[in-house]
């Protein structure tokens, strides 16, 4: 899967939506720099352990905004 700078996906380590700020290959292996809303910090996570919202059952950035946690 193609992690998209600046996108919305689900991190399954923080069970949260997330915001991706920066992506890094290493050694074959993608790591990214998220953004986690909740937390109102930003960690590094795998780019396997993010999941695009559509597949997350959180639904989508475009239909229920970045927060969708949020009433009102």
């Given at each position: ?70 009433t009102?």
């Open positions: 899967m193609k992690i998209d700078t600046n996108s919305w996906y689900f991190s399954l380590d923080h069970g949260q939506n997330c915001q991706v700020i920066e992506t890094q290959a290493l050694w074959g292996e993608t790591t990214c720099r998220v953004w986690l809303p909740g937390r109102d910090s930003v960690v590094r996570a795998p780019a396997s352990r993010l999941a695009p919202l559509e597949d997350s059952g959180t639904g989508t950035a475009t239909r229920n905004g970045p927060f969708p946690y949020l009102g």
